[in-house]
């Protein structure tokens, strides 16, 4: 199971470039870089990357101040967060891949050489001990170096942790919910008189989004049983779309309306082939967006039960 989004080639070239280690398993880089223990995690094709590291100055956790304002002076360098020990600098993507990596090596020299001129050193990012050799893992998705009593500590804590329960009830009343949504952004593009890849994709995030709200996970049966949510609600989207248009045209109050679309089909003021293509487009537009999501959230799913020590 690989965390890193980015393609084997280019994730190789990166490697060679910055002089890391790929982690087999996940796809992460890692390594030390100008003597500082460093994570690179490249969060997708186009290259936005987060560096990770862990350390200590004076002992004390880094000061965020200091960082922000380090921050602030590079503009090679978009963000930086700090928790605890743990420091991350988001670096964002360049204008090609190539000069993508240049950006990636350059923040590295320029950070690294930022700690070491401020006295910063490695520490295990869980209890800050510098004295013990801190070691590159992947702990439930996330790359972290820490000293092995710390990782061992913190990965039989997880495991030991019961699994989220899914309530399946409660979750499709949270797809249903966020469906609406999605219905309700149908009906203004179609009033609009547009059929827009936009609401089937709130329509698809938001039942997903839902599930997962009130039903407390996310299970391959829960993404099912969304997705016919979404199906239905997709049809119900389309129709409550022709009746407002035949509330405005006939001047007729809105559940009157959707009482006389059957009607208005026999009487032929309904173009059948009008009515089913839009509906076959919007179904095309709520698969587009679904087919990603689902995607993401069986990855984030995986990615949560990934616990190991990174190696090459």
Same mark, same amino acid.
């Given at each position: 199971?690989?965390?890193?989004?980015?393609?084997?080639?280019?994730?190789?070239?990166?490697?060679?470039?910055?002089?890391?280690?790929?982690?087999?398993?996940?796809?992460?880089?890692?390594?030390?870089?100008?003597?500082?223990?460093?994570?690179?995690?490249?969060?997708?094709?186009?290259?936005?990357?987060?560096?990770?590291?862990?350390?200590?100055?004076?002992?004390?956790?880094?000061?965020?101040?200091?960082?922000? &304002?380090?921050?602030? #002076?590079?503009?090679?360098? =978009?963000?930086?967060?700090?928790? %605890?020990?743990?420091?991350? /600098? @988001?670096? $964002?993507?360049?204008?090609?891949?190539?000069?993508?990596?240049?950006?990636?090596?350059?923040?590295?020299?320029?950070?690294?050489?930022?700690?070491?001129?401020?006295?910063?050193?490695?520490?295990?990012?869980?209890?800050?001990?510098?004295?013990?050799?801190?070691?590159?893992?992947?702990?439930?998705?996330?790359?972290?170096?820490?000293?092995?009593?710390?990782?061992?500590?913190?990965? &039989?804590?997880?495991? #030991?942790?019961?699994?989220? =329960?899914?309530?399946?009830?409660? %979750?499709?009343?949270?797809? /249903? @919910?966020? $469906?609406?949504?999605?219905?309700?952004?149908?009906?203004?593009?179609?009033?609009?008189?547009?059929?827009?890849?936009?609401?089937?994709?709130?329509?698809?995030?938001?039942?997903?989004?839902?599930?997962?709200?009130?039903?407390?996970?996310?299970?391959?049966?829960?993404?099912?049983?969304?997705?016919?949510?979404?199906?239905?609600?997709?049809?119900?989207?389309?129709?409550?779309?022709?009746?407002?248009?035949?509330?405005?045209?006939?001047?007729?109050?809105?559940?009157?309306?959707?009482?006389?679309?059957?009607? @208005?089909?026999?009487?032929?003021?309904?173009?059948?082939?009008?009515?089913?293509?839009?509906?076959?487009?919007?179904?095309?537009?709520?698969?587009?967006?679904?087919?990603?999501?689902?995607?993401?959230?069986?990855?984030?799913?995986?990615?949560?039960?990934?616990?190991?020590?990174?190696?090459?």
């Amino acid at each position: 199971m690989k965390i890193s989004k980015l393609p084997k080639k280019l994730r190789d070239q990166l490697a060679q470039r910055i002089q890391l280690q790929v982690d087999a398993e996940s796809g992460l880089l890692f390594g030390t870089k100008n003597g500082f223990h460093t994570t690179v995690y490249v969060l997708d094709r186009y290259f936005q990357t987060f560096i990770t590291l862990s350390v200590s100055q004076n002992g004390q956790a880094p000061n965020t101040a200091l960082l922000e &304002q380090f921050v602030q #002076a590079h503009k090679e360098l =978009s963000n930086c967060t700090v928790s %605890g020990y743990t420091v991350s /600098f @988001l670096i $964002s993507s360049g204008a090609t891949a190539k000069s993508s990596m240049e950006k990636i090596a350059n923040s590295l020299a320029i950070i690294t050489q930022f700690l070491s001129e401020q006295g910063f050193e490695n520490c295990c990012e869980n209890c800050g001990a510098r004295d013990l050799p801190s070691e590159a893992y992947v702990l439930t998705g996330t790359p972290v170096w820490m000293c092995s009593a710390c990782f061992q500590q913190r990965a &039989q804590t997880i495991h #030991a942790q019961p699994a989220a =329960s899914e309530n399946i009830i409660a %979750g499709l009343v949270g797809a /249903f @919910l966020g $469906s609406l949504l999605g219905v309700l952004a149908m009906v203004i593009f179609g009033q609009m008189g547009r059929i827009s890849a936009v609401s089937g994709l709130i329509l698809a995030v938001c039942a997903i989004k839902g599930y997962e709200m009130l039903g407390g996970t996310t299970s391959k049966k829960g993404l099912f049983l969304s997705m016919l949510i979404v199906l239905g609600m997709t049809y119900v989207g389309n129709y409550l779309d022709w009746a407002v248009s035949a509330m405005f045209a006939l001047e007729i109050d809105f559940f009157s309306a959707v009482r006389a679309i059957p009607l @208005l089909f026999e009487e032929g003021a309904i173009d059948p082939v009008a009515f089913y293509g839009n509906l076959a487009l919007q179904y095309l537009f709520v698969l587009l967006g679904a087919v990603p999501t689902i995607s993401t959230a069986l990855r984030s799913k995986q990615e949560e039960n990934i616990t190991h020590k990174m190696a090459s």
